[in-house]
């Protein structure tokens, strides 16, 4: 809560600051429309994600207004959705969806701690944070072990070692060799 006082009134204003945003964005469409002005194009296919990004953005804000449980809830979605699309933006505008093989890691657990951080600190809660800062290192972590495994190892960019036909198989047998080995030695060194 504000200390002030209008903290609440405030939050109570995001669904008509919202809704006024969306009444805009519509009346410049429908001038486009009439104008006969093409929002598709090259642009268009670009920025298709955006219409993920929007109600992400929009289901965040919405539960700022909602508060409570049901807020968190709702904020940890908007969150979700919006990764989902930031990372849709970034795969069309490049056209490399094959990054989803790690990409997914931002989606969960990455945004759901992001929403947890923004949320809590928005809110002024502060059991949230720390969870949610766990969270998203966690998944940052594993977006980066799976980029360097699938990029630089496996080659999908074309770059990288790229170990050919037998590099899958290799791979999984020196990974594998490490677990085996990995697990003798603690059952060794176990008291």
Request: proline share 4%.
């Amino acid at each position: 809560m504000s200390s002030n006082g209008n903290g609440p009134r405030r939050l109570g204003n995001v669904p008509t600051i919202l809704g006024v945003l969306l009444i805009a964005l519509g009346i410049l469409f429908f001038i486009g429309q009439v104008l006969g002005i093409n929002f598709g194009g090259r642009l268009g296919e670009l920025a298709w994600p955006l219409f993920v990004i929007g109600p992400g953005v929009l289901l965040f804000l919405f539960a700022l207004s909602v508060g409570g449980k049901a807020g968190e809830r709702l904020a940890i979605v908007g969150s979700v959705v919006t990764m989902v699309g930031a990372i849709l933006l970034v795969q069309n505008t490049f056209d490399y969806f094959q990054s989803w093989a790690y990409a997914w890691a931002l989606v969960i657990p990455t945004s759901i701690g992001v929403g947890q951080i923004l949320y809590s600190s928005i809110k002024n809660q502060e059991d949230m944070p720390a969870t949610g800062i766990r969270l998203a290192v966690a998944g940052i972590i594993i977006f980066v072990v799976f980029a360097i495994f699938f990029e630089l190892i496996i080659g999908f960019s074309g770059h990288g070692i790229g170990l050919g036909r037998f590099g899958l198989p290799a791979v999984l047998i020196v990974v594998g060799v490490f677990v085996l080995v990995g697990k003798y030695l603690f059952d060794r060194l176990r008291p």
